[in-house]
């Protein structure tokens, strides 16, 4: 057919005028063109050199062939249209003047594209300055301050109205106070405040609440620094105070405490250490450490080494225990020794005993939640002070052996019921919407048993999907964000509720917890008797003093150094 084509156009060159040969070709697809193109040259190379000598005329003829609308096809056979480029343009103007490019119909409202997510470490001076602390009976307290809640809209929600949404998940406060936080623009969607809690949520709203925030109060000792050579930050955690923001606390945290005090920022996670824990920290100064850092927790190269007292008489020489941890609930942080857990290895040995109580020295060998705490419940000795392992929720047998007799429901509500009874529910740091879950028997929700890790070795950061003023806890915490500020860095309120809260204050007439008078924790509740005492490595060496229980034994092992 081709060649057919070829040889006609070739006599029909013959006999009209060369400067109709452009307009021909531009009739033929592209492949057959060539292929004619080609053969004609061959066949008629005068003629065709002549027709590339023509003048202006014959150019604007080429011109108009060549912006002729046809269908190409490119190197892959695929056919494609002259105007791609033209199109994407013009669709990328249209994204540009928002709402998608179209029109909205009367009552649809324009939901903005999803923020970029900051991976990066991105507290500064900024955060730090939201208030200051100050103390009292031998604590470190923070003024009370506004804070902004923010998440956008789950899966789970769209279709669904923001009061509903409240009503299911955010049961913290009553639907009077959002309906009032509301009335005073603290309650926002897409940056703009809502009056009206019918309306219908859709993917990618984002959702902002702005709360009086009130934080526990931690232990009032100095944060020491034990080791800072540029590369590696080290401290000696107390106990009481989590190591970045996450539950009810932000500023009461480690790392607010070094931004806000020594002007100490943009730090990475190594280990964390729990909340009432205390020793030896590590911290990345910059990513290229924490990298290799990271790399030696998995490598497992490095060596952990905790004292604890516990309960009892603990057996001289070596035991080891290898008894697999199952998380019960991440949301409340919460473990057991169950066969369908994850393997894990923990080394003991007695350091001491009073006659009531035995100083042990511990070698975790893996990495899981509470994994320290959770085998010594398991052999009998619990940590002395430990709000959790050493509760009698677990029954008679207090968890030894592995002797509960109670399924993970069971477990969570005594667990909540024994702290309620002696007003020391805080020290489990568990959302007041989870207890709400637990005492109404909703523990499905509550007891997930699908496992993000669970490695305590994890560098992680705090995050919050609440809207309201109860926080997850720290053990649902596994990335580099903005702590607290889940899922989107946070930033300066804007000035409608800059308007509606004048400044940070004390008092705030909407705020539950104004109203409430609370006793100061005492020593007892803000200790746990486990210490971190000692981080090696192949090249370094980090240790501390230790302190453990009431019987106070000061000794220093090792001496902080880098090889």
Known sequence: MVLVLCLLAQEYMKDTVAASLPVFLCILPTVHRTKCFLQMEQAEPTLLAAQDQEGDNSEVTKEKCVTVPENKQDDSGKRKNDEPEQKEERRRGKRRRGAGGRTLRPGERYIPPPQKRNPGVSFSQEHFNETSYYFENGLRKVRPYYHDFKTYCKGRWIGKSLLEVFKSEFRAESIEYYQKAAREGRIRLNDTPVDDLS????????????????????????????????????????????????????????????????GISELHTVHRLDRLTSGVLLFARNLETSKRLDQLVRDRQLVKEYVCRVEGEFPEGKITCEEPIMVVSFKIGLCRVDSKGKECRTVFERLSFNGKTSVVRCLPLTGRTHQIRVHLQYLGFPILNDPIYSSSAWGPHRGKGGMVGRTNEELLLALVEEHRSHESLHLLDIPEDAVVEVEEGKTESVCK???????????????????????????????????????????????????????????????????????????????????????????????????????????????????
């Open 199 to 262: 309306i219908v949520l859709r993917n990618n709203d984002h959702m902002r609440n702005t709360v009086h925030r009130h934080e526990p109060p931690v232990v009032g000792r100095p944060m020491e620094i034990l080791a800072d050579d540029g590369e590696v930050l080290v401290v000696n955690k107390p106990a009481s105070i989590p190591v970045h923001p996450c539950g009810r606390f932000r500023h009461n945290t480690v790392i607010f405490i070094l931004g806000k005090e020594q």
């Open 449 to 563: 048993t699908e496992d993000t890790g669970g490695a305590n070795h994890t560098s992680s950061h705090g995050a919050s999907d609440h809207l309201g003023a109860s926080p997850a806890t720290c053990d649902r915490i596994k990335n580099n964000d903005p702590i607290g500020e889940n899922p989107i860095k946070n930033s300066d309120t804007d000035s409608t509720t800059t308007r509606a809260i004048t400044s940070n204050s004390d008092i705030d007439h909407l705020c539950s917890e104004c109203k409430l008078v609370r006793a100061d924790p005492t020593e007892k509740e803000l200790v746990m008797y486990l210490h971190a005492l000692r981080y090696k490595g192949p090249d370094f060496e980090y240790s501390t003093h230790y302190q453990i229980g009431p019987m106070k034994t000061g000794r220093r092992l090792f001496k902080n150094k880098k090889k």
